[in-house]
């Protein structure tokens, strides 16, 4: 990780569109960090430090939307 670099955590059940999504958060040259579900997507965000989170709004198990 770079200073002052951007950190984006990705959250999909896709591997497609999450693959896709950090591609292109990357061509910007920031950080893209990915979690397969809703759940280990909350942990992680609770205990590193983001300044985006996208998170998939169809997911089994915890959605985007709560």
Do not use: C, Y
């Amino acid at each position: 990780m770079n200073v002052g670099q951007p950190r984006i955590l990705i959250v999909d059940d896709s591997p497609t569109d999450r693959g896709l999504m950090a591609a292109f958060v990357e061509s910007f040259g920031w950080e893209a960090v990915t979690a397969r579900e809703g759940v280990a997507g909350v942990a992680l965000a609770m205990r590193e430090p983001f300044d985006a989170l996208v998170f998939d709004h169809n997911m089994p198990g915890k959605t985007g939307l709560q």
